[in-house]
């Protein structure tokens, strides 16, 4: 703070390299759902991974001896723990289980335009040309991805509907934790959101109970490798960097994650891409690159989102 200059020249890369991290977990976590998900159902499947995460979550915060969040800070976990943690895990578990993975990939790809829209009424944040460009062009290459890994026939009406409900859920649930981040800790608002939607997934634990002896060891394996990666590290850097910078910017990193999604499956299940598949994630990095852009016009011009985060979440940037 008493550096302003220095600080806005440093700030974002901490925020960046957190969100890639997130970016490329998240990305993982589809090749590992493929093969946990054939042997446990939406449900305990969820209930699994929270579970994991939540263990994690909560020896690390032991140990960093951060406790309870502030009371403020509450409100914006629940709801993001209720919707993002609970039902969206079940809702795409589910959905996945009913179309085929490209259909899925469309229809929940909705979810960071959807952020940017509650950010924008919901949050006061802005909307500036590059990210709504680089959205367009994104979501253009999600839908490409998409329609080059559809299979015939292989979407549901309820499936469909499913993961609606999880873009929905998702986008809600990331809103909701934006302004809890302006009075807890990056940790402390990942473990108790964590904590609150594994509380709501408590009703499967009969399934996660009756699957988990009879599911073989690589699944549960992957069950547990959700938690504890994709959930409990990848929730909590995706948290440090929305701390510090925009709803809308963080949801359009995302689209990073079908072109990530692509690489993966090539290289570890040799799965390889088509030549639209292949123009789809070239798209989706585009697009990313372009709304996480800022324009070169005045010295302040690399601050300007971190100013704009600092005024929508009552704290400074950093």
Sequence with gaps: MTNS?????RSPWPALVAAGVTVVLWASAFVSIRSAGAAYSPGALALGRLLAASVVLGCV?????????PR?????????????????MV??????????????????????????LLGARMLGEHLPP????????????????????????????????????????????????????AHGSALQ????????????????????????????VSATLNMVYLGVFPTALAFTTWAYALARTTAGRMGATTYAVP?????????????????LTLAGGALCLAGVAVSR??????????????RETSRVSGRPPG
């Design 130 to 181: 590059r990210l709504l460009a680089g959205m367009a062009v994104s979501f253009a290459g999600a839908v490409t991805v998409g329609l080059s890994m559809s299979g015939e026939g292989g979407a549901s009406t309820i499936g469909v509907l499913l993961c609606l409900l999880a873009a929905v859920a998702y986008a809600t649930g990331v809103v909701a934790q934006k302004p809890a981040l």
């Design 259 to 275: 072109a990530l999604v692509v690489l993966m499956s090539w290289l570890a299940l040799d799965e390889v891409p088509g030549l």
């Design 293 to 306: 852009s800022r324009p070169r016009r005045s010295v302040d011009g690399g601050d300007g989102g971190l």
């Design 91 to 116: 809702a795409l578990n589910w959905g996945e289980q009913e179309v085929d993975a490209g259909t899925a990939a469309m229809v929940v790809n909705i979810g960071p335009v959807l952020i940017a």
């Design 189 to 216: 608002v990942t473990t108790f959101g964590c904590l609150v939607g594994a509380a709501a997934c408590l009703p499967f634990a009969g399934q996660l109970l009756d699957q988990a002896f009879d599911a073989p």
């Design 5 to 9: 200059a220095g600080t806005a020249h």
């Design 72 to 88: 403020a800070a509450w409100p914006g976990i629940a709801v993001s723990g209720l919707l993002w943690f609970g039902l969206y």
């Design 61 to 69: 915060l032991l140990i960093r001896r951060e406790g309870l969040p």
